[in-house]
């Protein structure tokens, strides 16, 4: 009877830049670190390697991935135990897969629904065998399917509020459950003036009714939780076939027992409840890892970080104070609306027509159909969320393109000659109800000042 072969152990290195140059050959290895990825590996390891929650900041296109990577897959290398690699999209996870295999990184792909995990990939993870690289929604869910890991790597961190906080926000659309979204109303009735419900329950208000937002912080109200909890418990009455329904049933459950904790964000066609800061230490994969380490090109200094993930405190790793500044990841930004003597409009659609292509970026629907008419050349084609859901390879090989998203400001990556451009159309500092209520009512403008900075260097172009 033949033996079989022992597996061959695994190659390790002293440090995550000395990996590097181990790593396997496949033809498309970047030749070397760049040197302010080797500054930050250097001064990762040997001093950080226990600290549980760290943030690396490096500017777009300058690296940060393949940092991220490196320290996950030396850490898996070093037996201190599994390693996860998240993204803020599947489209993304696609691209992050793909680019640990050119540079002979030993990674799975675990993104999508977990009942089709391929079944090879996720025994190669549990086993320590390979990073699993997953959408943010593998971790913030109800009940994590992934093995608890070692080290979680977030890519594109300052993305992380809007992943995080909607496994723990419920969202009720007046337009989607009517009954639910009055149902809550007569709840919270009791908190709210005579003039401001009956302003609510019209049918047909002014913009100005439609556009204000209140704030109701239930733990001033205890007696209330019992039939607020009653309405929002109504989204498990509906139909399986109603998706909408079934995910806000699940945000439910990870906020029921925390109703005293949570703000109702009320405006006339959408509610939503939710957590000051998502307890996100209710999370076994998240709070069980021995390190977090999240990767971002705009870290701030306003504490967004930590509120969008829960935690007291993020240690930051900036690049020493000798380092070159990295070269890549500039931008030349151009204001239309401050140009004299032209339309903005106009302007904006000669330069798109001049690079060739580009993404359109817009806070609502609303505002992306009036883009298309007033930005979009004429005979270009149209891309939009479903044709770029999972790839942007088809908008990247075509010409005369425009991709047009609604609320979209982070998870595009299209380096190279993929595209040259991006049109950010209206303010980009309110995508839910709570920011519009810091942004109208509340005058918080550090908060919006940090968010309006980070999601207008997101979307990576080159």
Known sequence: ??????????????????????????????????????????????KRLNTR????????????TLTGLLIA??????????????????????????AAAKEGIAVVDLSGPFKEWDSTAKGDYERGRAT????????????PKLIEADVLVFDDSHAGEQYVSKAYTVEVSRSSHPEIHSAILEAVAPMLSGERYNQLIMNSPGAGTRQLVDALFLAQRDDLLAPIGRSLSLFGDRSPADKVARSQNHAYAAISEHLSACTRYLSWSKIEVRPTTPPTFENHLFANANQRVYLSATLGAAGELERAFGRPFIKRLS????????????????????????????????????????????????????????????GWAVFRKGDVERSFDDFAAADQAVVLLANR???????????????LVGFPGVTNLQEQFYAT??????????????????????
């Open 409 to 423: 400001y982070d998870g595009i990556d299209l380096p190279g000659h993929a595209c040259r451009s991006v049109a």
């Open 132 to 143: 699993a690289v997953v959408a943010y929604s593998s971790i913030f869910n109800v009940s």
């Open 53 to 64: 929650d760290l943030a690396i900041e490096l500017p777009t296109g300058t690296g940060k």
């Open 441 to 462: 009512r509340a005058r918080s403008a550090a908060v919006s000042e940090e968010r309006v900075r980070s999601r207008a260097l997101r979307v990576r172009v080159s």
């Open 319 to 378: 690049l020493p104070p000798e380092a070159p500044t990295p070269k890549s990841g500039r931008r030349f930004l151009v204001f239309p609306h401050l140009v004299p003597d032209i339309d903005s409009d106009t302007l904006t659609k000669e330069l798109i027509a001049t690079v060739g292509k580009s993404i359109i970026i817009t806070p609502s629907d609303a505002a992306t159909r009036v883009a298309e008419k007033a930005l979009i050349p004429s």
């Open 1 to 46: 009877m033949a033996f079989k072969k022992g597996t061959a152990p695994e190659l390790t290195a002293e440090t995550p830049e000395k990996l590097f140059p181990l790593l396997p050959r496949t033809g498309a290895n970047a030749d070397s670190l760049w040197s302010q990825q080797t500054d930050l590996l250097r001064e990762y390891a040997p």
């Open 73 to 98: 897959d030396w850490r898996r290398r070093q037996g201190l135990g599994r390693a996860i690699f998240a993204c803020p999209t599947v489209q993304l996870v696609k691209q992050v897969v793909a």
